[in-house]
């Protein structure tokens, strides 16, 4: 389909982003990637009056850097540049590994780490590592800049707490140390979207689980964390059968999403499935 008439601009500066956000951000749609918000458009999901083109925001918002104890990147960084990053394969190697398995080689040349978390699919399997590694956003506006955990920045499904005259310019999180970390999912075999994924940080000492992150992607509307779950697995040994033992039944209860790739039931089950495998793959590293 094509998608609804649209004015188009592309302003030069972050402060001219702002200024057009705070004066039309009700109506206005930002492009990024335009992996998400394309296809929307032209499914008539989405019939934004104004598209503002940030692509002459990349060269300063596309960046992974380390300052103190904390990991930096640019709203604008694409999955590719996420997956061939030196320093997040040293510090965070949950995320080249998971950015790895996105779409196919166009949609992580051209997919934005912003645009990702903005968009709040379900199924997009970043939101649910950032929440794993308590990341947190960074919104800029013509009022200010504000921070917000990831924890609480997704609101439903597509919904997050993005104000429209807010950009998001960073996501930020505390490197995880000598933790390890894994991502693994179910992929929808077309779009390689999540059916199910699980995003694991754990700490080990001595043969146990000293402390664990478990988020889970394609589950419910928004990406979910089990305290039950992750305390239950501080202690545990770090072997198969004891994982999967405390693994079991993680998302019972829980309002998951039913859809053609997988009913209510079946993404309660591979969320046991996957958590397990997560946490596993993260201990053999
Ligand atoms: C064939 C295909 C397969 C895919 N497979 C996967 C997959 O396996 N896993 C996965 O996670 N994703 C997948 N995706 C989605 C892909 O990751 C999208 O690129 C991503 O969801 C959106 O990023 P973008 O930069 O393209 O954003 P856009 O499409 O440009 O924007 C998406 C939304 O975010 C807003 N936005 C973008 N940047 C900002 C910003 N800095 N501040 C405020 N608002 C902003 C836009 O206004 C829009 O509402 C797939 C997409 C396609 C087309």
Redesign the pocket.
């Known amino acids: 389909m094509i998608p609804s008439a649209f004015d188009y601009s592309t302003p030069a500066s972050l402060d001219e982003v702002l200024q057009l956000l705070a004066e039309e951000g009700e109506n ?13 458009m032209r499914l008539r999901l ?1 019939q ?1 009056e104004k598209i ?1 083109d ?1 692509k002459a ?1 990349r060269p300063q ?1 596309s960046y992974i850097k380390e300052e103190g104890d904390l990991i930096k990147i640019g ?2 960084t ?2 590719y540049q996420i997956e061939t990053s030196d320093l997040l394969k040293e510090k965070a190697p949950i995320l080249p590994e998971a950015a790895s ?4 080689v ?3 040349n ?12 379900p ?5 649910s590592v950032m929440l794993a590694l308590d990341a947190e956003v960074v ?1 800029k506006s013509t009022k200010g800049e504000r921070v917000e955990p990831v924890s609480s920045f997704f609101a439903g499904i ?1 919904q997050t707490t ?1 104000e429209p005259d ?4 960073e996501i930020r999180f505390k490197a995880p140390g000598g933790k390890k970390s894994s991502y693994k ?1 179910l ?2 075999k ?5 059916v199910v994924g699980a995003a694991a940080v754990v700490g080990v000492a001595d043969g146990k689980i000293t402390d664990a992150a478990v988020a889970f ?1 394609g589950l419910a509307e928004i990406p979910m964390r089990f305290d039950a779950l992750e305390q239950k697995l501080v202690g545990v040994a770090t072997d198969e059968a004891s994982i999967a033992e405390a693994c079991k039944g993680c998302a019972s209860g829980v309002d998951a999403l039913e859809d053609l790739h997988g009913s209510q039931d079946y993404r309660r089950a591979m969320a046991d499935v996957f958590a397990k495998r997560a946490i596993l793959a993260a201990l053999s590293k």
Do not use: F
């Open positions: 206005s749609k930002v492009l990024a990637g335009g992996h998400s918000l394309i296809p929307a989405a934004p503002i940030i925001l918002l709203a604008m694409t999955y398995v996105i779409g196919d166009q949609v992580r051209w997919g934005t780490v912003g645009g990702s978390l903005v968009h709040a699919d199924s997009s399997d970043l939101p919104l597509l993005i807010e950009l998001l310019v999912k992929p929808n077309a779009s390689h979207y999540s992607s």
